[in-house]
Every structure is written in structure tokens, then in C-alpha cells.
């Protein structure tokens, strides 16, 4: 990259990150955002060599497309969008975030994509990796950008990168060890348009992969699994929590077992499995395969599995208050995760949803309520749709909230005890917070401010 010019499209944490890197490794940047009101000197203190980024806001101008030999774009950015047109329609090659980093990487990487359950497999690769050697790395749409630490990855350090369908959209070369597809249900229709878009993103995970590689699928998954069959580049390797299986990680008399060359070994008992809900010992199954895969010795897999909490956000325990449990889920966002969360609860729930509408529908949610979901609790700009919904398919119990706050203070109004409050939107934030994280940390202090 050495004497590039370099668009990097969006000035997100991202953007920002592989501007660093490209600056390290002697490129010249132009930073393009559109949005014309961002602070260019807080910009700027990012870089150690800002006399090397010229920064473009609002439009980009075709002058500064011909001098360009890359564009590196954000994830959250469309192809469609016009801007992108242009220069696609101008020569230039076009890479993502995760394709700029594994262009400098030295590192041996497991990449996990899927529509749910990402962040919590992606999380405990990381603790199990970690637990072996305590360089590896915990990357990509998880929260820290693969570009941070990509050119000072070392040969043979372990990387577990959580990889999302629009960071897929633009691979070219990229090639983990091992990848994963967890599941596969409808989501981010708004920007892929069809599932069948949206699923042949998920699965270019595998394209650079051999037959040297491993790709860890999901067998009781009706998707993944006619996926899974058509692969002919790469070793696939299944977890199932409802099936023994001929070869792969399997659930059998309550023990998660891996048979490989016909002999059984036994990695722990469900029971001691901390994370709540069957969808997580789904989660467990797949990190388990893809450590195993990765040559991590089961002692390790099995004593990280056994101490591991879960992530923020995902079905996150915040409080008991007067025999009320209050349960964080900011990040389902889709509804076949918030299908998983309100399976997971135990006993009857005040359920809080609604959000940014990604053209989802919600009858499977609404269906999975079976008599367990007290009030349905919505707000924000999907709260008409699935209300509409939920009365067709008998659901009556609806409550229409304008803030987060004053959902969370109805719950605790309402709730007896014996009973959970959940928030798992179904839907993402983008309407009324930054992100999940913001809507689940608001959450958890609403919560906490509620007086004994």
C-alpha cells in the first residue's frame, strides 16, 4: 500500500481505524464522510500524520475519484448508494474494512458469521483462544475493528473475528482457517432486499476457503444445512444440539460430546453451561467446534466454557427488584433473536419492543409468546406494525410508550413478583440511540434507578 491514495469512506470508528492503518503503512488518505457538519479538527487528532489526510466532506468530487487507486468503505455504507456507483463506475476497487485488514494480517483466523449468536460464539472463541495463549486477538463487527491490530498481528497468533453480511459484501481475498455459519433467518432486508441476497452474503465467509480449511455449521439449522451440502471447497464441520451426529459436536445424554474418526470425547455436561437459553448451548456447540478446529486442547475449551458469563446486552441479567428479574436483550435486534430471548425467560414476562424498522415481520415473535408474554410494551418506529401484528394473531395485551424510560416505569408498575421484565426489541436502534449499546446501557440505568 505503500504510495497509494486511498479513499476511505466513512468517519466512523471504522473509517477512523483504517485511516491509521494505511497512514502506517505509507499510504496517502482522502477521509470522505457525508455528513458536512462533523468537527474536522477532532478528526484530525486522530492521525499521527494528518498532513497525509486530506479530508472530503459533504460530496465527492470526480477529481479526487481520478486520483485515487483504492476505496476502503465502511460496513454501515449501501453499495447502492450513488457515491459508490460512481466510483465503482470509475475503475476503482472497492474493499471493506475486513479486507484492508486481512491484506496486512499474519495471524491464523477464525471468522463467525450467522444472524444471531455472533457476538456471544465470537466472545468465547476469544476467552478459549485467550485461555491458550494470551496474545490472540477478539475482532471485527464485535466492537474493535480488525484494522486496529491487523499489521501488527504476529505468524500463528489466533484471531476470532465476528464477521457481519456487510462487512462480507466486500471481501476479495479473505480467507480464515476456520469460519462459521450459526444460522440463517430473515434480516437486514432493507439493505440486502431479498433472504436469498442476504443468505449468499453470509455464506461468501467460505469463498477463499480449501479444502485444507473448516467451515463450522449449523446441522439443525434448514438453511444452513442445504447451504452447507452444496460446499465443495471446504471441510464442513457440524454442531447439533438435536441430533447425534455421524461426525462433528453433538449434545447426547446431556454431555456435549465431539466425535472425530469415529471416537467420542467428551467435553462437559450441558448442566454446566452458565448462559441461559438453548440457543446459547447452540452458541457453546459452535465455539467448542471451531476452538477444536482451531487445535485448541479440550481441557481448555472445556474450563473456559464453564466460567463463561455470557456478553452484554444478550439476555444480561441487571437486577431483582421486589421478585422482579430485569433482563437487558438491547441486542436482539431482529426478531428470530428476540425469539430466542423470550424462550430463554423462565417464568411469565412484561416484554419491551419496537425500534428502527429493517422491513422484518414479526408473526414467528409474536407466535413464540405462547401464553409466556403478560404486556407487550412498544415504542419507537415499528411500534404500529407490530401491534398491528400481534392483534391479528390474538395478542390484545399492547402498551404504546414514547420513551425507554417510561416503558421501563410501567414494567415496574405492572410486574408481580415471580415475573421478568425483558427488554429484547426485536428490531434495531438506530430510530432513537446511537446503537444496542446505548439502548441497553439507558436500560440498565433506568432499571437501577427504580426505588426499593
Known amino acids: ?59 465527492m468530487p470526480a477529481e479526487k ?49 450467522g444472524t444471531n449468536g455472533k457476538t456471544t460464539t465470537t466472545t468465547l472463541v476469544g476467552e478459549i483462544f485467550k485461555n491458550l495463549k494470551k496474545d490472540s486477538l477478539v475482532v471485527g463487527n464485535i466492537g474493535t475493528p480488525f484494522t486496529q491490530f491487523a499489521d501488527a498481528t504476529l505468524p500463528g497468533q489466533l484471531v476470532a ?16 482457517e476456520v469460519s462459521a455459519v450459526l444460522n440463517l433467518t430473515p434480516d437486514h432486508l432493507n439493505r440486502h432486499h431479498t433472504f436469498e441476497n442476504y443468505a449468499a452474503m453470509k455464506m461468501r465467509i467460505t469463498e477463499n476457503q480449501t479444502t485444507d480449511d473448516y467451515c463450522v455449521m449449523n446441522y439443525d439449522d434448514p438453511e444452513v444445512r442445504k447451504r452447507a451440502e452444496a460446499l465443495t471447497n471446504v471441510q464442513v464441520v457440524y454442531f447439533s444440539r438435536l441430533e447425534e451426529l455421524e461426525s462433528g459436536v453433538f449434545v447426547k445424554d446431556g454431555r456435549i460430546l465431539i466425535r472425530d474418526g469415529g471416537h467420542d470425547t467428551e467435553v462437559l455436561p450441558v448442566s454446566d453451561i452458565r448462559i441461559l437459553g438453548d440457543h446459547n448451548v447452540e452458541n457453546v456447540l459452535a465455539a467448542v467446534a471451531i476452538s477444536y478446529k482451531m487445535g485448541v486442547p479440550i481441557s481448555v475449551i472445556r474450563d473456559t466454557v464453564e466460567t463463561f458469563r455470557g456478553v452484554e446486552h444478550r439476555i ?3 437486577r431483582k427488584l421486589r421478585g422482579v428479574e430485569y433482563y437487558n436483550d438491547s441486542k436482539g435486534t431482529n426478531p428470530d433473536a428476540a425469539i430466542k430471548a423470550v424462550q430463554a425467560m423462565r417464568c411469565p414476562t412484561l416484554l419491551i419492543g419496537g425500534g428502527y424498522n429493517k422491513d422484518s415481520t414479526y408473526d414467528e415473535w409474536i407466535e413464540a409468546f405462547g401464553g409466556k408474554v403478560r404486556y407487550l410494551v412498544l415504542l419507537g418506529e415499528t411500534a404500529q406494525a407490530i401491534s398491528d401484528c400481534a392483534k391479528q394473531h390474538g395478542f390484545n395485551q399492547v402498551i404504546y410508550v414514547d420513551t425507554l424510560e417510561e416503558a421501563v ?44
Not at 496517502?28 to 477532532?42: C, G, P, R, W, Y
Not at 425483558?422 to 437501577?448: H, I, Q, T
Open 65 to 113: 475519484m481520478k486520483e485515487a487507486d483504492l476505496m476502503v468503505i465502511s460496513p454501515g455504507i449501501s453499495l447502492d448508494a450513488p457515491f459508490v456507483n460512481r466510483v465503482r463506475d470509475a475503475g476503482i476497487k472497492i474493499w471493506g474494512e475486513i479486507e484492508l485488514a486481512a491484506h496486512f494480517n499474519k495471524g491464523r483466523i477464525a471468522a463467525i458469521t
Open 161 to 176: 473475528a465476528e464477521i457481519s453480511s456487510f462487512q462480507l459484501e466486500t471481501i476479495h481475498d479473505f480467507h480464515p
Open 316 to 318: 444480561e441479567f441487571v
Open 1 to 59: 500500500m505503500k504510495g497509494k491514495k486511498v479513499i476511505v469512506a466513512g468517519a466512523g470508528k471504522s473509517g477512523i481505524s483504517s485511516v491509521g492503518l494505511l497512514l502506517r503503512n505509507g499510504s496517502d488518505v482522502i477521509l470522505f464522510d457525508q455528513n458536512e457538519s462533523l468537527d474536522k479538527d477532532a478528526l484530525f487528532r486522530n492521525f499521527g500524520s494528518p498532513e497525509r489526510v486530506e479530508l472530503v466532506l459533504g460530496g
Open 409 to 452: 416505569k410501567f414494567c415496574a408498575e405492572h410486574a408481580h413478583p415471580g415475573e421478568a421484565v425483558l427488554l429484547s426489541p426485536a428490531c434495531a436502534s438506530w430510530d432513537m440511540f446511537k446503537n444496542y449499546e446505548e439502548r441497553g446501557n439507558l436500560f440498565k440505568e433506568y432499571v437501577n434507578q427504580l426505588e426499593e
